[in-house]
């Protein structure tokens, strides 16, 4: 059974840095998997934040563009989203997602509250 476990999140001031891991388990195959990050604030639909492929693409959400980054560890089967230069419309709660055609796969979230 694929699991995704994320971690990282919690609270910062506004124009403070966090960094949020997705740890995945139960699959051999995160190293094709696409890998995203997803936020959904409280009233609002989930939406994404930053993908990553295998090979390497990355792409981002216009309203985080220059402050977060995603990135991969395929030996380690974990994606990170570092956040830098946070805001209060950043507070959301953070999903990992992980996709292979037709297989995908949710972890359970972590909120981030930024406060100004």
């Known amino acids: 059974q694929v699991q995704l476990v994320e971690s990282g999140g919690g609270w910062v001031q506004a124009g403070g840095s966090l960094r949020l891991s997705c740890a995945v388990s139960?699959?051999?195959?995160?190293?094709?998997?696409?890998m995203g990050w997803y936020r959904q604030a409280p009233g609002q639909q989930r939406g994404v934040v930053a993908k990553?492929?295998?090979?390497?693409?990355?792409n981002y959400a216009d309203s985080v563009k220059g402050r977060f980054t995603i990135s991969r560890d395929n030996a380690k089967n974990t994606v990170y989203l570092q956040m830098n230069s946070l805001k209060p419309e950043d507070t959301a709660v953070y999903y990992c997602?992980?996709?292979?055609?037709?297989?995908?796969?949710w972890g359970q979230g972590t909120q981030v509250t930024v406060s100004s």
């Open positions: 997602n992980a996709n292979y055609y037709v297989n995908n796969y």
């Open positions: 990553i492929t295998s090979p390497v693409f990355t």
């Open positions: 139960g699959s051999s195959l995160f190293g094709v998997y696409s």
